[in-house]
């Protein structure tokens, strides 16, 4: 039930009459409990919504100067960073952004795979947070191409050739999504549209019913443990403390640190050793000049290493996908009784560790040229990586059911 709150006159009471600012204060920060055992991998899911936030501010300066089209979209970023003023700061920290929202991203992945987030009841949360990656991935890509820099064009070549991979209607969905018979003025014009109006709308949307299914279900811990389960004589759970102004404090410190990283990034290694911003992107779009090696950004080579690592390009097309879809599935594909990696034997510990091993070797491996080797390799971490996915409901069966404290265990820090 919500808590009624009264003003308390002048232009506080007048303003709550008419937008109910202190109920929503009591009931979603002082009045909402939150587990008191959070550590620092709870710091990611305030992050990234800090990083949009970056992203949508950063991208309205951005695009107030942007011209999207094959002959200016490339010269319209090199005279907003040299001529207008700020933009030499603003440009380079909505493109690091992008990677720094990836980098809080596959954190927060990581969080809920360790501690079972995406577990009843949470299955919804879960899979609201997957369709948020989706269009990011979709929002991240429309905005490396849109530059028209040389290895924007030759990666937007190959990824959207893929969709012609897709029997009966992939040459007319390729034709269809470039808007011409090749990359062009259509292509950055429609692709400038959805990354800056669409996709952002969709996003924030996302973000709003992925915060609305947090407040219903409630947040999980490290230990898996429901909270509201143990309500004490006041009816509040034993094992919560309110979300303000314990963890609005503790979020701000994460923020603090988080900003004094991307500072120095954003300052001192603004390309980061060619990850965040690859040398062939200095140059403009050629469509007689490849590239020595294309690869996508980082954040999207474990998928290009899958794609890679078969020879038939609408197999690899199909596992590509496929790499991505198995997300949707882990709330049933984990078959444990236990939620936390914490609680469960080490089978199940060495699984999840070689998945996130896997994951990191397929990023690197994205970002080397497919011959020799690296195929050999690609092709074992690839089957590595589903090996994850098939084993999952056999090994979390298995050892997945061992003894869970009746209380959350908190160390005071």
Same mark, same amino acid.
Do not use: C
């Given at each position: ?8 006159? &002048? ?10 600012? @202190? ?140 969709? &012609? ?18 990359? &062009? @003025? ?86 980061? &050793? ?131 404290? @009746? ?7």
């Amino acid at each position: 039930m919500a808590t009624v709150i009264e003003g308390k006159g &002048g232009f506080r009471a007048w303003l709550n009459k008419r937008m109910p600012v @202190d109920q929503f204060v009591a009931d979603q920060l002082t009045g909402y409990y939150a587990p008191k055992n959070f550590n620092v991998w709870y710091f990611f899911g305030s992050l990234a919504l800090l990083v949009f936030v970056m992203q949508i501010v950063t991208g309205i300066f951005v695009t107030m100067h942007f011209k999207p089209g094959e002959a200016t979209a490339w010269n319209s970023v090199q005279v907003m960073v040299r001529e207008v003023p700020y933009m030499w700061l603003i440009q380079p920290m909505h493109a690091v952004g992008a990677s720094f929202f990836f980098v809080v991203v596959y954190l927060h992945m990581a969080r809920a795979m360790l501690y079972g987030s995406y577990k009843a009841p949470r299955e919804l949360l879960w899979i609201i947070g997957m369709l948020i990656y989706l269009a990011l991935m979709a929002e991240a890509f429309m905005g490396y191409v849109l530059p028209n820099g040389n290895m924007s064009y030759w990666g937007a070549q190959v990824i959207i050739n893929l969709f &012609g991979t897709i029997p009966g209607i992939g040459p007319d969905l390729v034709e269809w999504i470039r808007g011409d018979y090749g990359i &062009g @003025d259509a292509t950055l014009n429609r692709f400038f549209s959805l990354h800056v109006i669409a996709l952002p709308f969709i996003i924030a949307l996302l973000v709003m019913l992925h915060l609305v299914a947090l407040r219903q279900v409630g947040s999980n811990n490290p230990d898996g443990i429901e909270i509201k389960e143990k309500l004490g004589k006041d009816g509040l759970p034993i094992d919560g403390v309110p979300f303000h102004p314990y963890y609005t404090v503790k979020d701000i410190v994460g923020v603090g640190l988080f900003l004094t990283l991307f500072a120095v990034v954003v300052f001192f290694a603004p390309t980061f &050793g060619g990850l965040f911003m690859e040398p062939p992107n200095f140059e403009p779009a050629n469509p007689v000049s490849t590239p020595d090696h294309i690869a996508p950004v980082w954040y999207f080579t474990p998928y290009y290493a899958i794609l890679r690592a078969v020879p038939d390009q609408k197999i690899g097309a199909l596992l590509m996908a496929a790499s991505v879809v198995a997300f949707l599935f882990l709330p049933w594909l984990d078959r444990a009784k236990n939620k936390s990696i914490r609680y469960r034997g080490a089978a199940s510990k060495i699984l999840l560790g070689t998945f996130f091993i896997t994951f990191v070797v397929l990023m690197w491996l994205g970002l080397k040229p497919a011959d020799g080797i690296y195929v050999l390799l690609a092709r074992i971490f690839t089957t590595l990586y589903f090996l994850f996915f098939i084993l999952l409901p056999f090994v979390s069966k298995a050892d997945g059911n061992g003894p869970v404290p @009746d209380r959350v265990t908190y160390h005071a820090h």
